[in-house]
């Protein structure tokens, strides 16, 4: 049983370009939770999605920043006309059911803006 | 608003000693615990998990303790060695409100001297 898989591992951006990570939780998990970490600082809760629902993304930047998560496919967090503050490491993490269940990480995705 | 904090912020010590992290967090009300390792650049290692119901876990050189009265927790390492040289997150999972989201410590950056 493959475990979260993310990709790309390295993004390179310049800045005002758009930037497009995926996701693809454990099988049979749909549930996902998106989490940024900037530089030097801890991780931060983004967005939490279940299959086509958009449960909670009280941590999402208002402006340039959009999550989904398709029936089918990984779940995508997108950001438009980025920054350079944007660059950070995003992690996904999947569980089985919501709430209380272990969450179960990928390896991230470092974004560099430049 | 939980918030969680982790002392030290850095910690240097010969190899060969055990030595103890610690996790403190402001509300009680959690379903879980959770230790993590993060190498430079890369991505989460989940250590180990500590029910609220529970009061300790051990993974062979590790052990985890929760005290969720007093809203603290440490690992402890014992025999520590150079492979150990990482940073140690700490995260907690609210049993209230938002129950779904890791609110993270900043870490504990750890190195082994040989």
């Known amino acids: 049983n493959a475990g979260v898989m993310q990709n790309p591992r390295h993004l390179v951006r310049r800045r005002g370009q758009e930037a497009r990570l995926r996701c693809s939780p454990m099988?049979?998990?749909?549930?996902v939770y998106w989490y940024r970490q900037l530089p030097e600082e801890g991780l931060k809760f983004m967005v939490y999605?279940?299959?086509?629902?958009?449960?909670?993304e009280s941590g999402m930047p208002k402006e340039r920043f959009s999550a989904e998560f398709p029936k089918e496919g990984p779940s995508i967090l997108r950001i438009q006309q980025v920054v350079r503050g944007d660059s950070a490491a995003y992690f996904c993490?999947?569980?089985?059911?919501?709430?209380?269940?272990?969450?179960?990480f990928g390896p991230g995705t470092r974004l560099t803006v430049t | 608003k939980q918030e969680v904090t982790q002392i030290p912020a850095a910690l240097s010590v010969p190899e060969g000693e055990n030595l103890v992290l610690n996790c403190s967090f402001t509300?009680?009300?959690?379903?879980?615990l959770q230790w993590f390792r993060q190498d430079p650049g890369k991505g989460l290692t989940s250590l180990l998990l500590?029910?609220?119901s529970q009061r300790e876990q051990t993974s062979g050189r590790l052990n985890a303790s929760l005290d969720k009265s007093s809203g603290r927790s440490t690992l402890y390492i014992a025999a520590s060695q150079p492979g150990d040289s990482a940073t140690y997150l700490c995260?907690?999972?609210?049993?209230?409100?938002?129950?779904?989201?890791?609110?993270w410590g900043a870490g504990t950056k750890l190195i082994i001297k040989p």
């Open positions: 999605l279940q299959k086509e629902n958009i449960i909670d």
């Open positions: 500590i029910q609220s």
């Open positions: 509300d009680s009300a959690i379903y879980n």
């Open positions: 993490a999947s569980s089985q059911w919501q709430a209380s269940y272990e969450q179960y």
């Open positions: 099988k049979g998990h749909s549930h």
């Open positions: 995260a907690v999972l609210n049993s209230m409100d938002s129950n779904y989201q890791l609110i």
